[in-house]
C-alpha cells in the first residue's frame, strides 16, 4: 500500500504531459468529418456532378453553419487558420505524391509546353490581374490600398488550385491534357509564391532597370536551383537505398527513408528560400523513376499507397477548412458594417472576370506557340483542348486562401475593413470556382468525348 501510494504521490508530483486539451474536440471533429467525407464521397463516385473535393467543401460548409449556430454567431471555424499548418505539413505530401504519380513520358514530353504556361502563362496572368486591379478594383473606393497590395492579388489570384485539376482531368483517360493541366498548376503554384514572396521583399518606392534584371534573375535562379535541389535529393535516395539495401532486413526502413528525404527536399528548400514546391515535385519524380526500382517488392506497393493516402488525407482537410473558413463571421461583419452588398458583390465579380481574362490571355496564345513547335498532329493542341486547359485551371484553392491571409491579416484576424473584404473575396472566389469545378468533370468528359469522334488528332497516348 505504501508502495502504491508513493507510486501515485510521484505520478503527482511529476504531473501528466502537458497538452492543450482545448484542441482534442476540434481535432477529433475534423477526424471525425475526414471519415465522414470518404463515406460520402465513395457512394458518390459513379456521380459526374459531385467529386470527394466538392463534396468535402459542402460538409465543411455545413459543419460550419452548425458551430455558427451552436456558438450564437461568434464564430464558425474550430481551427484557426495557419500557414505554417498548410505549407510545412499539408501541401507537401501532396505535391510530392503528384510528381510520384505522375506520367514521366507525358510530362517530359510536354515539358516545355508545360514550362511555358506555367512560368510565362503564371506572369501575364499577373500583370493582367495586378494591371486590371488597380485600374477597376481601386475604384470601387474600398480603402486605402498601396501598389503592393494590387500586385499582391495579381500573384494571390494567379495560383490555381492543383488539387481540383486532380478532379478535373484523369490521367488514364486523358494522359495528355493530364501532365499538360496538372504540370502547368504545380509549376504556376511555385511561380506565384515566389512572385507574392518577391513582392513582399521589393521595394517598390524606388524601382530601376537594375533592380528589376536583378529581380529576374534572382527568379530564375529560384527555379534552376529549386529543380537541382529536387533531383538531387531524389537520386541521393536511389543511391543511399541500393548501396544499403536496406530491404535485407526491414522493409520499414526503405519506406521510412524514402518518406523523410522526401520532406527533407522540401525542408531544405525552405530553410535556403527556395521554392518548396518544385523541389518536392521533382524530387517524387526522380524517386518513382529510380528510388522505387532499388526497393523490395512489397516496399513499393507500401510506398505508392501510404504516398497516395497521405495525400488524400491532406486534400480532404484543406477542403474541409475552405467550407468551415466561408461562413468566417469575425471578418464577415466588419465588411457587413462598412462596405454593401453590392460593393462586396462587385468586388468578388472584378476578380472572377479578371481571372477569366487573364486565364485565356496565355492559354490561346502560348497554345499556338507551343503547336508552331509541334512537328507531328498528335502533339498540337486542338482548340477544344485548349478551352479544357483554360476551363480546368479557373478554379483558386489553399495556396491563394494562404497567400491572402498572408498578405491580410495578422494570425489569421485583422480590424481592417480593406483587409477583411479582401479576405471574404478570395474565400467567395475561391468557393465558387470550387463549386463550379464539379461540373466542369462532367462537362470535361462530354467534350473530350465529342471530340475524340470528331477529330483523329485528339487520339490520346
Not at 519524380?285 to 497521405?310: C, D, G, P, Q
Not at 477542403?319 to 468586388?347: C, H, N, R
Amino acid at each position: 500500500m505504501v508502495g502504491l501510494g508513493a507510486a501515485a504521490g510521484m505520478a503527482a508530483a511529476l504531473g501528466d504531459p502537458p497538452a492543450d486539451y482545448a484542441s482534442i474536440p476540434a481535432v477529433g471533429l475534423f477526424v471525425a468529418l475526414m471519415c465522414v467525407c470518404i463515406i460520402v464521397g465513395h457512394l458518390l463516385e459513379e456521380n459526374r456532378w459531385m467529386n470527394e473535393s466538392t463534396t468535402a467543401l459542402f460538409i465543411g460548409l455545413g459543419t460550419g453553419a452548425v458551430v455558427l449556430f451552436a456558438s450564437s454567431g461568434k464564430h464558425s471555424r474550430v481551427l484557426m487558420f495557419s500557414e505554417d499548418l498548410f505549407f510545412i505539413y499539408l501541401l507537401p505530401p501532396i505535391i510530392f505524391n503528384a510528381g510520384f504519380q505522375v506520367k514521366k513520358k507525358q510530362f517530359f514530353r510536354n515539358f516545355i509546353t508545360i514550362t511555358l504556361f506555367g512560368v510565362v502563362g503564371t506572369l501575364i496572368s499577373f500583370t493582367i490581374i495586378s494591371l486590371g486591379a488597380l485600374g477597376l478594383i481601386s475604384r470601387l473606393d474600398i480603402g486605402a490600398l498601396e501598389l503592393g497590395d494590387y500586385l499582391a492579388l495579381g500573384a494571390i489570384f494567379s495560383a490555381t488550385d492543383s488539387v481540383c485539376t486532380l478532379q478535373v482531368l484523369s490521367q488514364d483517360e486523358t494522359p495528355f491534357l493530364y501532365s499538360l493541366v496538372f504540370g502547368e498548376g504545380v509549376v504556376n503554384d511555385a511561380t506565384s509564391v515566389v512572385l507574392f514572396n518577391a513582392i513582399q521583399n521589393f521595394d517598390l518606392g524606388d524601382i530601376n532597370t537594375a533592380k528589376l534584371l536583378k529581380f529576374i534573375g534572382s527568379f530564375l535562379y529560384l527555379f534552376s536551383t529549386s529543380t537541382i535541389l529536387g533531383v538531387a535529393a531524389g537520386l541521393l535516395s536511389a543511391y543511399i537505398i541500393k548501396k544499403l539495401y536496406f530491404g535485407r532486413h526491414s522493409t520499414d526502413r526503405e519506406v521510412s527513408i524514402m518518406m523523410l528525404m522526401a520532406y527533407l527536399s522540401y525542408m531544405l528548400a525552405e530553410l535556403l528560400d527556395l521554392s518548396g514546391i518544385l523541389t518536392v515535385f521533382f524530387c517524387g519524380i526522380v524517386m518513382s523513376h529510380y528510388t522505387w526500382h532499388n526497393v523490395t517488392e512489397s516496399s513499393r506497393v507500401t510506398t505508392k499507397h501510404a504516398f497516395a493516402t497521405l495525400s488524400f488525407i491532406a486534400e480532404t482537410f484543406l477542403f474541409l477548412y475552405v467550407g468551415m473558413d466561408a461562413l468566417d463571421i469575425e471578418k464577415w461583419k466588419i465588411v457587413g458594417q462598412t462596405y454593401s452588398p453590392v460593393k462586396s458583390v462587385a468586388l468578388s465579380s472584378t476578380i472572377l472576370a479578371l481571372v477569366l481574362v487573364a486565364r485565356a490571355a496565355f492559354v490561346f496564345p502560348l497554345s499556338l506557340l507551343s503547336n508552331l513547335t509541334k512537328k507531328t498532329p498528335e502533339g498540337k493542341i486542338s482548340f477544344k483542348q485548349q478551352v479544357i486547359v483554360w476551363w480546368a485551371g479557373l478554379m483558386r484553392g489553399a495556396v491563394s486562401i494562404a497567400l491572402a491571409y498572408n498578405k491580410f491579416t495578422r494570425s489569421g484576424h485583422t480590424q481592417q475593413p480593406s483587409n477583411a473584404i479582401m479576405i471574404t473575396s478570395t474565400i467567395s472566389v475561391v468557393f465558387f470556382s470550387t463549386i463550379v469545378s464539379s461540373f466542369s468533370n462532367f462537362n470535361a468528359h462530354r467534350l473530350l468525348q465529342t471530340h475524340s469522334i470528331t477529330c483523329d488528332c485528339f487520339k490520346l497516348i
